[in-house]
């Protein structure tokens, strides 16, 4: 009998990496957008309109779609912003993921079908951290609205695990990109760059923090430990992360350095960009996940940053063919 699942935030980095890889595992693809109208995605996905500032529309998109998981990605996801929009930022990321829980519990209520829940927690809720490695154990100091709303969405998802005997698991993923990332992030942002600058079309990187220190990898091998979380027996919480720590400046060099520059030439560092908490190191323990769930990170962080590097130029060059005619 073929799986279905339902996922928040499908047309974001994580959600579009998932979606492809449930297809591949033979799932039928249901997913949730705040600004479209219904309809079939590009590949194949059953599209709803929801807001999860709103969510009165939940429990009436899962009697349509009857998914056997359900998988929330979406958040109001960028740290610098959540400053700007503390607000939004809780109402979405935080408050949203009990208007998720809660729709579910009352669909189960009604339809007697079961339903496997993951929450995309996030390493920024160690925020000022008291131990490195971090670990499922670790105590948070989140150090952002977005990390606050992140820790909220987490205890709510232990409720209504041990509340209501929900399968209901968190995933607490360390940073992780791809040539999918918002081009908001850091990463990205710095990638994108590269390609311009090589190309002659931008003079300057301008940056804040380029000390801190980050767990990156490849969002393809992260969302493989999502889908492994929710084909346990038992719900639980996991660190996802490679166990390496590489800062900002570490990335501009390999970045520039795959384009043949000097990154020292082109980057400036501009106090706009700093945030008004940092969050100096983060570096995750996967043991757990490893162990139980049989995962592992299969790119490199070298790997990663010349996959984005090659896209962003790949994609830059396309541009200026295609301006060009």
Known sequence: ????????????QDGRYLSELLHAKGY???GLLPCRAPGIGEAGERLYYADLADGSNLVSILEQAQPDEVYNLAAQSHVKLSF??????????????LRVLEAIRQYQRRSGQQVRFYQASSSEMFGKVVETPQTERTPFHPRSPYSCAKVYGYWQTINYRESYGM??????????????RGEAFVTRKITRAVAQIKLGRQDKLRLGNIESRRDWGFAGDYVEAMWLMLQQDQP???VIATGETHSVREFLELAFGHAGLD????VELDPQFLRPAEVDLLRGDATKARTQLGWQPKVSFSELVRMMVEHDLQAAKHDALAGAF
């Open 263 to 266: 990154w020292q030439q082109y």
């Open 28 to 30: 039928e693809v249901h």
């Open 1 to 12: 009998m073929t799986k279905r699942a339902l996922i928040t935030g499908i047309s974001g």
């Open 167 to 180: 399968h209901a698991s968190n995933g607490i993923l360390f940073n992780h990109e791809s040539p999918r």
């Open 84 to 97: 700007e929009l503390p607000i939004y930022t809780a109402d979405v990321t935080g408050v949203g993921v």
């Open 236 to 238: 639980d919480d996991y």
